[in-house]
């Protein structure tokens, strides 16, 4: 039994059943999890080291190294299973769509700080550092993270049971 499965075998029933028919969501969310957790420390410490003064690019270099973790976790866990394209082609839709997330996980950040000018000296550097905290690590990551579990299933890893199906038959 794997480590997931004795994890769900202990959540209470009836969301025992919900959880095991959304494992592979379950999984998702813990590497999105974990490369949050990545992508909040390499963005505070570039932020508030070599790119202080811009957080934009700390931003997008925190995402593209988070990405790459996101990459192997995700093709190895999350969606192990499923497939249905050569590998360089997979890699090379799940890096394009992960750059379109980029966009959309920078989005929120680059409307906080340029949009609605939540920067020093128009606020204070608590409400700056609390709005780029808020837009870039809290709602980039949610709308990101929902982009991406979308475009994912859909174009980088479409086919359901398709690696178990090859690994049964060898």
Not at 4 to 32: C, M, N, S, W
Not at 86 to 111: D, K, T, W
């Amino acid at each position: 039994m794997s480590l997931v499965e004795a994890t769900l075998a202990r959540i209470p029933q009836p969301y025992r059943d919900i959880a095991f028919r959304h494992r592979e969501l379950l999984k998702f969310a813990a590497v999105g999890g974990t490369t949050w957790i990545i992508d909040t420390a390499v963005f505070l410490v570039l932020k508030s080291t070599v790119l202080a003064e811009k957080p934009l690019t700390a931003k997008v270099i925190a995402v593209l190294v988070a990405t790459i973790v996101s990459y192997v976790l995700n093709r190895e866990w999350s969606f192990r299973t499923r497939g249905g394209r050569e590998r360089h082609h997979e890699a090379l839709l799940f890096f394009l769509i992960s750059g379109i997330g980029v966009a959309v996980y920078s989005a929120p950040l680059a409307a906080s700080r340029y949009l609605f000018d939540l920067q020093v000296p128009a606020v204070s550097l608590l409400t700056q550092e609390v709005a780029d905290f808020v837009s870039g690590q809290i709602l980039g990551t949610l709308v990101g993270m929902a982009f991406r579990w979308w475009a994912f299933r859909r174009f980088v890893f479409p086919n359901e049971n398709v690696r178990r199906q090859v690994s049964e038959t060898l």
